[in-house]
């Protein structure tokens, strides 16, 4: 179970020249004439259901349980698995101007709020404001604004203090737009709680018990009745809990590892019972380099990746549903074949390998200490992973690892906890190592991996330990990488875009502010038992987890099965 609930920071695409390619080709079903049908989904487990829906708050069920979506929504919505292809929502299209740092959007009118309060450009100018001026509540890694300025209703211009053409889904595709008239009267947004979320999207919540949130069909909804009724939400303690209620039929959806998928759902019933795990993203070691000691030391890093056995992470922590990591780059291969430095091919192995752990370390002035655990000047790299016991695939890797890294006399641990606190402390810098998923658009594969780097390395995104940080939850700076950003961020020419991510692919090889394990497979099974319209491999109309931010266009794509 993981779903990068925090998307990555950049373009799941780059739009290069003004207006990208626009499509509303898949157009929203109306369920005039069809049955009312309540759909039961699950995106994560182990998350504890308290009556938050603030969608600024990361720790918020809202957030945690990818349910923001259904209520509030974005610019425009991007499709990870079509890069270049997005579909108007409460913006209908954008132009970029002033050599990029100029992005005026054309709104959709006639919307208005679940409240019935008429959707204006204020709200939009008031939701960036918000997250512009407030880190703890820029989720979505929105970069840095001169202005907004709202000529009319309908249009907003917003005017960044540098080139953004990048960072495009960040800034459209993953703000999701709030109701001023509500939120300007909240103080302390980032962590402020919302018991009842008024937003333009189609879903209303309808009832909340800590074990079960459902949500109501907007029926004044701008694209139309959603033709799903009503969205139940059970908690679930853990993955094991979940696969049960998808084996028994009591879920229509949900989003989780399945060991032995095939003969716990898929074979009680072959014709209803389906999965779909599109690639992905890398699944990262993730070091915490601002703790000191042995860990912020490059060398350390790499004899770490040398000591890890991926191969077996694959097979019995991960099922053989997600594969190796076969590049230091951390690029997912081979989807993103093309930006991949040829030096970077194939160069960590899937076993460990000790001889290499031994030759780096010893080169690095370590040497074994009676305890068998390689040591320098009396202290032995010694670290815990981190991981949540209900997300059983990490905490399972986590538990190998530290076994792996033990065989070559690397003193790791695991530390098994609750889902919430290991969301806390990854933002907050409070963990040694953990095992996450990588950056990258609802989990799906981004064939520009500019995001992915920023995700794992962007300095200006991070925060001080203690403070809570957008991504780069590492901590980890560096000027050079620093300078490749905004040397891509600033450019439309692909030569120049290529040169700087290459040396971003050479500073993750080299440095390791994250390890790279394995490529994660974008978690999906549904049921056609009841309910159809849902994204498949011949018609990938949206990636197909459900996750925000784009669980509330899927809804609106499904229907009752006939």
Not at 350 to 359: E, F, H, I, R
């Amino acid at each position: 179970m993981h779903h990068a609930y925090i998307k990555g920071v950049a373009a799941a695409m780059v739009l290069g020249l003004g207006v990208a390619a626009c499509s509303s080709s898949h157009s929203t079903s109306g369920s005039s004439a069809s049955k009312p049908v309540t759909l039961t989904e699950e995106s994560v487990t182990g998350v504890t259901f308290t009556k938050n829906f603030n969608p600024f708050d990361t720790n918020s069920l809202g957030t945690q349980a990818n349910l923001r979506s259904l209520t509030y929504e974005p610019l425009f919505e991007f499709d990870a698995l079509q890069p270049g292809v997005y579909h108007p929502m409460l913006g209908k299209s954008f132009t970029w101007s002033n050599g990029g740092k100029t992005l005026t959007v054309d709104l959709r009118t006639g919307v208005k709020f679940t409240d019935g309060t008429p959707f204006t450009s204020a709200d939009v100018a008031y939701t960036f404001n918000t997250m512009n001026s407030n880190a703890a509540a820029n989720y979505s890694g929105l970069p840095a604004l001169a202005s907004v300025t709202t000529p009319d209703t309908s249009t907003v211009v917003l005017n960044f203090k540098a080139a953004q053409y990048a960072n495009i889904f960040a800034i459209a595709g993953d703000t999701l737009i709030v109701p001023k008239h509500i939120y300007s009267s909240i103080s302390s947004i980032a962590t402020a709680t919302v018991a009842d979320p008024v937003g333009t999207g189609p879903y209303v919540l309808k009832s909340f018990t800590s074990q079960l949130v459902t949500f109501s069909a907007n029926p004044h909804y701008w694209g139309g009745t959603p033709p799903i009724s009503t969205v139940q939400i059970p908690y679930y303690s853990g993955n094991t809990a979940a696969t049960t209620a998808l084996a028994a039929g009591q879920l229509d959806w949900a989003g989780n590892e399945i060991p032995s998928l095939q003969q716990l759902y898929v074979s009680k019933d072959p014709s209803t019972n389906h999965y779909w795990f599109p690639g992905g993203n890398t699944v990262t070691l993730w070091i915490n380099v601002a703790k000191g000691g042995p860990l912020a030391d490059p060398k350390v890093r790499q004899a770490i990746s040398a000591g890890i056995n991926r191969q077996e992470l694959s097979t019995k922590g991960e099922y053989g549903y997600e594969a190796p990591a076969t590049s230091s780059s951390g690029l997912i291969l081979p989807t993103q074949q093309s930006s991949l430095a040829p030096s970077l091919a194939n160069d960590i192995s899937a076993t460990a390998d000790a001889s290499k752990v031994a030759s780096i370390l010893s080169g690095d002035g370590y040497a074994k200490d009676s305890k068998g655990m390689w040591a320098k000047g009396g202290q032995e790299i010694s670290f815990a992973v981190e991981d949540p016991t209900a997300f059983t695939d990490y905490y399972a890797d986590a538990q190998l690892i530290a076994g792996q890294l033990k065989a070559v006399g690397i003193n790791a641990t695991v530390d098994g906890v609750a889902a919430p606190s290991w969301f806390t402390d990854a933002a907050d810098g409070n963990f040694q190592t953990m095992v996450h998923w990588g950056g990258g658009v609802g989990g799906a594969a981004d064939p520009y991996p500019f995001g992915q780097y920023q995700y794992w390395m962007d300095s200006s995104i991070s925060a001080p330990v203690g403070q809570s940080a957008t991504s780069n939850y590492g901590r980890y700076s560096n000027a050079q990488a620093q300078a490749a950003f905004t040397q891509y961020e600033n450019t439309n020419d692909t030569a120049t875009q290529a040169a700087a991510l290459q040396k971003l692919e050479t500073i993750e090889s080299t440095e390791l502010p994250t390890i790279p394990l394995l490529y994660g497979a974008d978690w999906n099974e549904y049921s056609t038992a009841r309910i159809t319209g849902w994204p498949t491999q011949s018609d990938p109309y949206m990636d197909p987890s459900p996750d925000d931010p784009e669980v509330g266009y899927t809804l609106m794509h499904l229907k009752a099965t006939s």
